[in-house]
């Protein structure tokens, strides 16, 4: 890492590749999670690694989550939560 | 309990409870239990976490709470309808892990429209992506799951999967990186992509 004139914190490619999947789930503190901003608003590729990693994520939850579930479950549960306490 | 907080908690858990279904019921059939073994294993959980309700020490932790108790209702399950319990091997402290998907479709030096990264995702199918996190070890599985379906955070898995954050953070890497792998894997099989995809005036 080097720092530049106002004294912040640089950092190169690899540390931003190191830090990406923590970026992306939100788990940098506000520090770590400004130079990485920094970083990739100057380096394209980083840039475009993290917008794919980034989509591939968004494309697994689209794909993979889902807020239905059957009827007859869902009735279940309910009777079930309701007759809790009683 | 007084009564009147009885009945103020029984409500708030009905509610959280009701909210979190369709996460509960999707991480029961990823942990390997299927059908109506799924149903009710979301049933027995959400059962025992009423019970041990006076255990969750404060409520923002209820999600990785309640999971870890869905994770141990399935499991019992899993052992009960597999005579012989499945070993799974972890990764040693090895550098697997490391398989990405960006590295093997970028092209740095293309022009600016094209972007075979891009084109990549969007010729995916929900299947390949189902299947590919399905062909994961069940312990990077469900670490992935959580995080990147359910949107849990590292704390939350951690304890959801009574680990280390550290060893979430292993996991998911591993679980991401063996992911993309699969990915590729099925795009090469589908024709997609060629096993090599370098510039494409490779010598044949
Ligand atoms: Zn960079």
Partial sequence: ?86 | MVESEMDRSAEWFQEEVMELLPDLLGAARSMGTTGADSEDAVAEAVALAWERLDDLREKVRFRGWIFRILRNCCLGRIRKARSRPETVSLDKEGNEGSFSLFERLHQPFLLWWSNPEMTFLDALLEDDIRQALESLPEEYRTVVLLADVHEFRYAEIAEALDIPIGTVRSRLARGRSRMQEALWRHAVDRGLRKPRSTSGNNPT
């Fill in chain 1, 1 to 86: 890492m080097t720092r530049n004139r106002r004294g912040r914190e640089q950092i190169d490619c690899e540390e931003a590749v190191r830090r990406l999947a923590e970026y992306l789930d939100r788990e940098l503190s506000q520090a770590s999670r400004a130079e990485m901003e920094v970083h990739l608003q100057r380096c394209r590729d980083c840039f475009s690694r993290a917008e794919f990693e980034r989509r591939l994520k968004a494309r697994i939850r689209e794909n993979l989550h889902t807020d239905q579930v059957p009827q007859a479950f869902h009735e279940r549960m309910k009777t079930l939560v309701e007759g809790l306490g009683e």
